[in-house]
């Protein structure tokens, strides 16, 4: 990518992102310098909790899986990032990840190296204060979905993550695997397929080949559990929504 590009690239994502954007803009363009504009792959892993912070990311038109691992290996999403927010706060935070992540929406981020952006956090104010107030806004996300996981039942969980990652992304089809909602959620694939064709009975989604699409949004709310209001608030709406490929 040629410089200009990269530039124009950098100014669209620092308005695109909502964190970003609400920096002073003599602020947003010194720290801009910093970026650089990356494509996210489906699936990619970006890190693993526990390892140092060598980036962070901010999402452009992405959405990120945080994951946190157990004992044995397996492991459970505990929160969703996208254009509302950032991975990699360890960077501020003595240095290691504190969740692991995975692209489960590819797409367009920022990349900033995590030793510069903590040093733009510990010498700006303005910095300091976006940074910890987003870091408040997802442990009380990380929260509400440990509470979600243990107490509803799957149709719920999957209406509320389908709300969630359209609330991040304008698509209005997502790829998403029933063995990949599975995995986020720590239960077996059938448990996901008989509840995701409970869903589609009821004409709210359509699914097929790994592609969701959302026919009903009003419906989903409504049979999305309670914990998608608490949710919600946390983030602006993405865009309006565009067919696939474009």
Known sequence: MKEDELGIAVRAGLRRNALLAR???????????????VMLPAGAVLASAGQPVRNAYFPVNCVLSLLHSDVDGSTLQVGLVGREGMFGFGAVLGGTHLAGASVLIPGPALRIPGDKLRECFEEDR?????????????????????????????????????????DRTPLVELELTHDLIARLFGVRRETISHAAQRIQERGYIRYSRGHIRVLDRDSLEQLACACYGRMRPLFPPADAAVPPGR
């Open 23 to 37: 920096l002073p803009a003599p602020l947003a363009n010194r720290l801009g310098r910093q970026f650089e504009p």
């Open 126 to 166: 303005e910095v300091r204060k976006l940074l910890l107030g987003y870091c408040n806004q997802l442990i009380s996300l990380a929260w509400q979905v440990a509470v979600c996981n243990r107490h509803h039942p799957p149709e719920r969980q999957i209406a509320l993550l389908l709300l969630l990652v359209q």
